[in-house]
């Protein structure tokens, strides 16, 4: 092999360690930015890992909503009618927001039903819900 060719071969090897580290570090970030859509029940069975950023939705169970007095945090049940889960939210909620209707929750499981949410995202009328959130409510109700 001459010096020309053993270059050519090393630049080609670095160039190709180079694209391989660049690749192996945007895959990395891209699977820890990955937010899940999770139903109550996958949560009640366990199927959800603690402290990782998820989506969940249901409706939010009638009667469940307590507003804390002095702050803006509430405290609310989200079910898929088999399950129900209990969701913490500490901020201003969506105007749509209101008992019996569906919506998503983005936050981390901090008890195996204990969602603390750092957003929550309403229908915007009263034909649309998230196809992932009508999705587990029709197989709800087929079990």
Excluded: C
Aim: avoid cysteine; glycine fraction near 8%; hydrophobic fraction near 45%.
């Amino acid at each position: 092999m001459t010096l020309t060719q053993r270059r050519r071969l090393l630049w080609a090897a670095g160039l190709l360690a180079v694209l391989a580290t660049v690749v192996g570090l945007v895959l990395y970030a891209l699977s820890q930015n990955l937010n899940l859509f999770y139903t109550p029940t996958q949560i009640a069975h366990g199927e959800v890992p603690l402290q990782r950023t998820i989506r969940m939705g249901g409706l939010v169970v009638p009667g469940s909503v307590k507003r804390d007095p002095h702050n803006l945090k509430v405290r609310f049940v989200l079910t898929d009618n088999v399950s129900e889960v209990t969701v913490e939210y500490d901020g201003i909620l969506p105007d749509l927001f209101r008992e019996g209707q569906g919506i998503v929750a983005l936050g981390q499981l901090n008890g195996p039903n204990d969602l603390m949410a750092t957003q929550v995202l309403a229908k915007h009328d009263e034909n649309y819900m998230p196809p992932e959130v009508a999705a587990s409510l029709q197989t709800a109700k087929k079990q």
